[in-house]
């Protein structure tokens, strides 16, 4: 299939929304509603002990504190996917790590949205000195790692249950 046309119907902060013509190999078209955003990333940092997740509020659906990974969007211009990770991590939890590696990549909604997340695995944390941006509401939380299958029933996040549901597959193997 082949892109013909693309139109910007609203432009946001966080997303565009477009509307969009395809060409298939058969002649025939069709058009598209698209949410247009950049990216995201999250990832399952750990330790012996813990994992370290958040806890925020998700005004888009209403949640005063939902359980997350740390995650942040692909918003700094040339920055990969590993590098906006290990930013986010030290302004989300004011942490960083020695061992880094891809678990999973995904679209979140790819039949109306272009977002793709890159989940991580972190280890080797340490402590670093952060800010924490005064404009978010995180509520850090050394999860109990024993406790994986807690933090699986009590998550309702999309990123945050393929990157726990991955981890403790791994962790089973």
Avoid at 8 to 19: A, E, H, L
């Amino acid at each position: 299939m082949k892109r013909i046309h693309t139109e910007t119907r609203y432009s946001g902060r966080i997303v565009d929304v477009r509307s969009e013509e395809y060409r298939y190999d058969d002649g025939s078209t069709a058009e598209r509603e698209v949410v247009v955003h950049p990216g995201a990333v999250a990832v399952v940092a750990h330790d012996d002990l813990h994992l370290w997740l958040v806890r925020q509020p998700r005004e888009a659906v209403e949640e005063p504190g939902l359980l997350e990974l740390p995650a942040g969007k692909l918003d700094v211009e040339g920055e990969t996917p590993l590098e906006a990770m290990k930013r986010e991590l030290v302004e989300e939890i004011g942490k960083e790590a020695d061992e880094w590696r891809e678990l999973k990549r995904f679209y979140t909604s790819p039949g109306f949205a272009r977002e793709e997340v890159w989940v991580f695995v972190a280890t080797g944390l340490r402590d670093v000195p952060y800010e924490p941006d005064p404009g978010e509401r995180i509520e850090i939380l050394p999860w109990p790692l024993a406790d994986l299958d807690g933090a699986i029933a009590e998550c309702t996040d999309a990123k945050t249950l393929i990157g726990l549901l991955l981890f403790r597959r791994e962790l089973n193997r």
